[in-house]
DNA sequence: AAATTTGCCAACCGCAGGGCA
DNA sequence: ATGCCCTGCGGTTGGCAAATT
């Protein structure tokens, strides 16, 4: 027996919204709040819409002070950044971006930003198709597969930007200038995590130095808060539910499914010239011509402003100190 | 100029999980 | 403990507009 339906779909309008069905969906909401009960809702304004319908309208539409388009690089990085850590957890994303709705930014992820950071693989592998021998068979006669048909696509995006922030010339984690500003209540977090000796983050540091407390959170970010997160144990549980509240949660059931971990493993069991076919590995070298994988389009070095990792802004005009680079939010 | 393809985004769908009786 | 109801989430689809052929 299937699950019974939320509403009456026969009876149910489906489609773009008018303009009056927004005016009386926005009224009332504004006037008696949703009553928490979505389903009622509609048949309470008289409007012939699913509940669902209509909490998603509110949601990502009519409620106040809600975004659209003109993503700023700043966004760009945010999404980028917790899209490594965190992977397709869009509703956690958009907590972190004031006025943008889960929806929007995986729409603007998936039409837009996805290509533009990682439109280069694809078009090697169209190149390599095309170069290469079409029989799927290899001299052994085992099918041959290609990291992208090992790696899950999103398994496969994050590795691959997790390298490109990797990438001394562009690196972040060794580019002291785009580490985010910690706010002093993080820092002392930070230090509870790992109780070993940390440099103040205020410390002048000279280009490519790493030292202390960001070394730490890089490592802590993109390493072991992905791999804990991802299911890349090794017995360590950083996301310990006592420091992590909120992502702790999230993360630990991951018995019974293929980890990033083991998609990487088997990525790279693969022969060289496989894990070579992505631009993430080959420019990885550091070799001048190849090194600014992230400046696909109009992110060259020049323009790369070194301060778009600095969300601290964004993050205080909500009030709570949500610290992107881990992930979670700390009520202050 | 017409036809076709591509890009974008709003909206839908189905599932999972929490709350409650 | 169980089942139902509702909400929230992420994946997917459909339709419109712009770009390309």
Not at 44 to 50: A, W
Not at 80 to 109: E, H, V
Not at 166 to 182: A, D, E, G, R
Not at 260 to 278: K, L, T
Request: glycine fraction near 6%; charged fraction near 25%; charge should be neutral.
């Amino acid at each position: 027996m299937g699950r019974a339906p939320c509403c009456d779909k026969a009876n149910v309008k489906k489609g773009p919204w008018s303009p009056e069905e927004d005016a009386k969906l926005k009224a009332y909401i504004e006037k008696y709040g949703t009553g928490n009960n979505w389903i009622a809702l509609p048949q309470k304004i008289g409007l012939k819409r699913c509940g669902k319908s209509c909490r998603l309208r509110w949601l990502n539409y009519l409620r106040p002070n809600i975004k659209h388009g003109g993503f700023s690089e700043e966004e760009d990085n945010i999404i980028c950044s917790l899209y490594i850590s965190i992977g397709s957890r869009w509703s956690i994303i958009a907590a972190q971006l004031p006025g943008r709705t889960d929806n929007d930014i995986k729409n603007y992820w998936n039409t837009r930003l996805k290509k533009k950071l990682l439109g280069r693989r694809k078009n090697s592998n169209i190149n390599r198709l095309s170069t290469t021998s079409h029989d799927p068979k290899d001299t052994n006669g085992i099918e041959e597969k290609s990291c992208s048909s090992i790696l899950s696509d999103s398994a496969l995006e994050r590795l691959q930007l997790h390298m490109q922030l990797q990438n001394p010339n562009i690196c972040f984690y060794n580019n002291v200038s785009m580490w985010p500003k910690l706010l002093p209540l993080q820092e002392k977090m930070v230090q509870t995590i790992n109780p070993r000796q940390f440099a103040s983050p205020s410390t002048q540091l000279g280009q490519g130095q790493k030292v202390g407390i960001y070394e730490q959170i890089s490592n802590l970010n993109m390493d072991n808060l992905m791999d804990s997160s991802l299911g890349f144990n090794n017995g360590r549980n950083l996301l310990d539910s006592t420091i992590v509240p909120s992502l702790a949660g999230i993360e630990q059931s991951n018995e019974g499914i293929q980890t990033f971990q083991g998609e990487i493993d088997v990525g790279f069991q693969q022969p060289e010239e496989s894990i070579a076919e992505f631009d993430c590995f080959k420019e990885i070298d550091c070799s001048k011509n190849n090194s600014i994988w992230w400046s696909n389009d109009q992110l060259d070095s020049k323009s790369v402003s070194l301060n778009a990792w600095d969300c601290t802004s964004v993050l205080r005009s909500k009030g709570t100190y949500e610290d992107y680079v881990l992930g979670y939010n700390l009520e202050c």
